[in-house]
Structures are given as structure tokens and as C-alpha cells.
């Protein structure tokens, strides 16, 4: 019998984790990205221990590890004048954690992915410009039906939604949902090279509502990702400059980071203000078509869950999706995957979305009172309590069944 279709809207990090998990199912499947190619350049991803397990499970992780790097021996929260707030040895959460987490460029993250799929899988310069769906899931409804600027309409068996934060799938089928909400902060990354400086530890410092965040990658390049509490839209004409003026007083090597993120072409220097959704969506699903990543749940990145709970969803969705074979002659099991995915997926990743925004609600803090207060009570959580702290996050993940 044919094999069953899935088309996938967009080829971004959950879109192509899907895209895999649903191949290895044994579905058809077809990646919809309006981009003409995947992003040669970008910013990094730290994947944490929950991300890597569900990557295991689908076979791709040893290709993502093969691009990625590994954590330094320590990470932790520091002040502005370089004293350490917090420290956690990577070896401890590897022996909490069955693994330690990786830094990896996005761009080469998403190519490893898209390599792992059979050559055509990925439509670039197909931008998707309406999904057609009944509300029911069943044989008698028909089936979604997607259709693109550059055509033929696409058939499908399932839509997955991973059209990014301003999901205009999201929109069209929860019209009623308020939407994205600003946070408060606006948030500049680029990666640099300065494998002469030497840095030992991954760090986030924290300063009185700004941030600072160094990630070491492969080949001496450094992830920098940096925030300050401004009203949305703020933008200077040079942000080398703008950082520079920020951060050019903190404690080393920020610095000397920012020395070579002068030497940039400013375009390098990427810049967003920073959204979550307002409320939970009332489902992940809506007859066909499946929302992950962004689309479904956009968070805050003070937690760096955002790409690792994507990557969750997109293996918990195809664990559960009938077999691509069409072994069963009905899509009965297709309407109870889908009822499962959301019950599975929509709590968990919720309750990261709202301590995301909590956490980073600490981190922007500008009362200097508030700031001390904050800083001490870091201070005086012991290494190992703090550790314990995250076990939901990274052990949370399971896979159904």
C-alpha cells in the first residue's frame, strides 16, 4: 500500500527533526521552506541532555555531536565584575544526566539534519501560502491539502506546522489565541573566532537588566549571545557599537570578545526582540495538522529549551503516529496519535515556557536593591541543589510507550 505523506511547513530546526523522526517511521514526507537554501551563517545552540536523548532515539544524534562541541569542565552565572554567582562541573550533570550537553553552530545543526534525509525531501524556495483541512480526522473528511506559491498543491496525510514564531498557521487556526507577547528585552548573538584567549567555562552574566552569555563551539569559536531591558523596536545604527557601550566594562574576556565582534561586518550581529506566547494554545493539534517548536509554544531563551523542546516534540509526535506503511486500513489511529501528541507535549512544554519567563525576569532585574537580593540568594544555593533544579528539564523527556 502507499506509503502515508507528511508534508513539513519549514526547515528549521523542529521542522527537520520531524522531517527525520517521520522518515524513520517509515511516512513520505516533504520539507515546504520558503528560504532559497539553508542559513549559512547564524548564531549557536547549547543542546542540553533532554534534546540529545530524543535525538538518540530517531539515530541523528552522533551526526549533530560530529559538528557540535563539548561544554567546558564548568558553567555557571556570573556578576558583572566577574565574581561567580553559581558553578556546575559538566562532568556532574553528565553522571546526573546519562550525557552532557553540546554547543553547536544552528547552521551546521541544520545541515546535519537535512543530510540525513533522502535527497529532495527539502523544497527550498517553496514558500506555503494556505493549508486547507477539515476538522475531522478520518478517511471520509478528506485530507489536508497544502498549497504553495510555486505549486503543484501538495496532498497530505498529516500537516506539521514548524513555521517559526509568527506561525501563520497558528493564525489561521487558532484565531481567537492573543498571540505573542514581548518580554521585555531585546537580544543580540553572533559567533566570533578567539581560540587565543583561552576562556575555560561556559558563562551568563548578569549585570542590572543586562546579560551576557559566552558558549565555546569547535575551532576556538565562541556562541555570544547578549540582553538588555529596552522597549521593542530599539535598534542603534552599529551594534558592535551598541554592545561595546553595554558590555565594554565587564569582567574579562568580555572585553576582548567584543574586540573582535568589532571587526565584524555588522550584518554578522544578529538582533531580536525577545517574545513568548501569551497563553498556552487550547491544543498542539486541529483535525491534520500538528504544531511544534516556535509555532506551538515560542519561550523565552533563559533556559535554552527552546530548540531542545522542538526537538521533543517533533520525536514525541512521530513515536506516536501510526506507521508510515498504511498497515491499518483507517486513519482511526492517526486521530488518537494526534489527540496523544497534545496531551503528551502541550503541559510539559508549557511549564517550561512559564519558567522561562520567569527566570528571565531575575536576570533583567534594574533595582539595584532588587539586583543584590537576587545575586545572594544564587549565591547561596549550594552547586548541587541547583543541579537537582533541572532535573525535570532534563529528565522530563520520555518517549511514549
Keep these: 500500500m502507499p506509503k502515508r505523506r507528511a508534508v513539513v511547513v519549514g526547515a528549521g530546526i523542529g521542522g527537520l527533526t520531524a522531517a527525520n523522526a517521520l522518515h524513520r517511521r517509515g511516512w513520505h514526507v516533504t520539507v515546504c521552506e520558503r528560504a532559497p537554501e539553508l542559513p549559512a551563517t547564524g548564531a549557536g545552540i547549547g543542546l542540553a541532555p533532554n534534546a540529545l536523548r530524543a535525538l538518540d532515539a530517531i539515530g541523528v544524534a552522533d551526526a549533530v555531536r560530529a559538528v557540535g562541541s563539548a561544554i567546558p569542565a564548568t558553567m555557571g552565572v556570573r556578576r558583572s565584575d566577574g565574581r561567580w554567582l553559581t558553578r556546575v562541573a559538566t562532568a556532574d550533570m553528565a553522571a546526573r ?207 535554552g529549551q527552546g530548540g531542545c523542546q522542538a526537538i521533543e516534540d517533533a520525536v514525541v509526535l512521530a513515536r506516536l503516529l501510526p506507521a508510515g506503511d498504511r498497515t491499518d486500513s483507517t486513519d482511526l489511529g492517526l486521530a488518537a496519535a494526534l489527540a496523544a501528541y497534545t496531551a503528551a507535549r502541550r503541559d510539559r512544554t508549557d511549564a517550561v515556557r512559564v519558567r522561562a519567563r520567569r527566570v528571565g525576569r531575575l536576570g533583567a532585574l534594574r533595582n539595584p536593591v532588587a539586583v543584590a537580593a537576587r545575586d545572594l540568594a544564587v549565591r547561596a544555593t549550594p552547586a548541587p541543589l541547583a543541579l537537582r533544579g533541572m532535573d525535570d528539564l532534563f529528565n522530563g523527556f520520555r518517549l511514549p510507550g
Design 97 to 303: 544526566y546519562g550525557t552532557a550537553p553540546i554547543a553547536v553552530p544552528r547552521p551546521a545543526f541544520t545541515a546535519a539534519l537535512a543530510a540525513a534525509l533522502p535527497p529532495g525531501t527539502v523544497r527550498f524556495g517553496t514558500a506555503v501560502a494556505s493549508v486547507t483541512a477539515p476538522t475531522a480526522v478520518d478517511d471520509s473528511a478528506g485530507h489536508p491539502t497544502v498549497r504553495t506559491a510555486a505549486g503543484p498543491d501538495l496532498p497530505a496525510d498529516l500537516v506539521v506546522a514548524a513555521d517559526g514564531i509568527r506561525s501563520p498557521l497558528r493564525r489561521a487556526y487558532f484565531p481567537a489565541h492573543p498571540g505573542l507577547h514581548y518580554i521585555g528585552e531585546t537580544a543580540w548573538r553572533t559567533i566570533v573566532d578567539a581560540p587565543d584567549l583561552g576562556i575555560p567555562a561556559m558563562s551568563e552574566t548578569w549585570g542590572r537588566g543586562e546579560r551576557f552569555g559566552v558558549t565555546p563551539l569547535s575551532d576556538g569559536r565562541f556562541y555570544l549571545y547578549a540582553t538588555a531591558v529596552v522597549p521593542a523596536g530599539t535598534r542603534s545604527a552599529d551594534p558592535r557599537a551598541e554592545l561595546l557601550d553595554r558590555f565594554g566594562t565587564w569582567h574579562a574576556p568580555i572585553p576582548a570578545l567584543l574586540d573582535r565582534v568589532r571587526r565584524l561586518d555588522p550584518a554578522d550581529v544578529l538582533q531580536n526582540d525577545l517574545y513568548d506566547l501569551a497563553a498556552p494554545l487550547p491544543a498542539l493539534h486541529h483535525g491534520r495538522i500538528a504544531w511544534l517548536g516556535d509555532a506551538a509554544h515560542a519561550m523565552a531563551p533563559n533556559l
